[in-house]
């Protein structure tokens, strides 16, 4: 099936900092990413729609200015999480479609795990 | 409020027997329903996908239901085996390309 590859897995970083999570997929298109934040034994939250070349779309809720969605290309966006807080630490997973494939399934990173001290 | 419940946060069942997990949904009218399989800090995996018009599926030791009416689907695990434990998730997409996710159900199978 199609793979979906996030970077970086593990980031710990200080209260204050920006991290970027990169979300790739490897061998297919994908117009539309998704970006989902999901907490320990809690499931996943969708947190905003990424489309290529345009902005993204947010969840009621999520702030656009806290959590900056880039998806440049066909195959890659990011996501930064700026001026992080201990309550910003969870799990971010992206997933994508194969909107080649016709089977209307979502493709999964394997997530990162950010910590904020 | 839109809700998608999944009854059960934990189901343990003896190795053999029919897992059965239940995904409940109000205020919304998903086009699709799909089950997803997540292992412990990693990304969910896609197991099935049903549409609005059908009624069942199924994908060797798996069924799926989907009953729009009730606003329900079931996810059956035939013969279950120690290695189906994990937590199952029922996600419902809506609107197009909008994917929203249930609860989730922790599955342990006991030798």
């Known amino acids: 099936g199609a793979v979906v590859s996030q970077h970086p897995s593990w980031v710990i970083c200080k209260s204050g900092t920006s991290v970027k999570i990169e979300c790739r997929s490897l061998?297919?298109?994908?117009?539309?990413m998704f970006w989902y934040r999901q907490f320990p034994k809690q499931s996943l939250m969708l947190m905003a729609t990424?489309?290529?070349?345009?902005?993204?779309?947010?969840e009621q809720g999520v702030e656009k200015d806290k959590f900056l969605i880039n998806h440049a290309s066909l195959t890659l966006s990011t996501l930064t999480v700026t001026s992080a807080h201990p309550e910003d630490s969870s799990f971010y997973i992206c997933?994508?479609?194969?909107?080649?494939?016709?089977?209307?399934?979502?493709?999964f990173g394997e997530g990162s795990r950010l910590t904020v001290l | 409020s839109q809700k998608i419940e999944q009854n059960s946060e934990a189901l343990n069942i003896q190795e053999g027997k029919t897992a059965t997990l239940t995904c409940n949904y109000t205020?919304?009218?998903?086009?699709?329903l799909q089950w997803y399989r997540q292992d412990p800090g990693r990304g969910p995996v896609f197991l099935l996908l049903?549409?609005?018009?059908?009624k069942e599926k199924r994908k060797e030791r798996l069924k799926v239901t989907f009953d729009t009416t009730l606003k329900q689907s079931l996810f059956h695990i035939t013969a279950s085996q120690p290695a189906d434990s994990a937590t199952y998730l029922c996600?419902?997409?809506?609107?197009?390309?909008?994917?929203?996710f249930g609860t989730g159900t922790s599955l342990t199978v006991i030798p």
């Open positions: 997933s994508a479609r194969d909107g080649g494939s016709g089977t209307g399934e979502l493709f």
């Open positions: 061998d297919f298109q994908a117009t539309t």
């Open positions: 990424s489309n290529e070349g345009s902005k993204a779309t947010y």
């Open positions: 205020n919304y009218s998903p086009a699709y």
């Open positions: 049903i549409r609005e018009n059908e």
């Open positions: 996600a419902l997409e809506v609107n197009g390309n909008q994917f929203y």
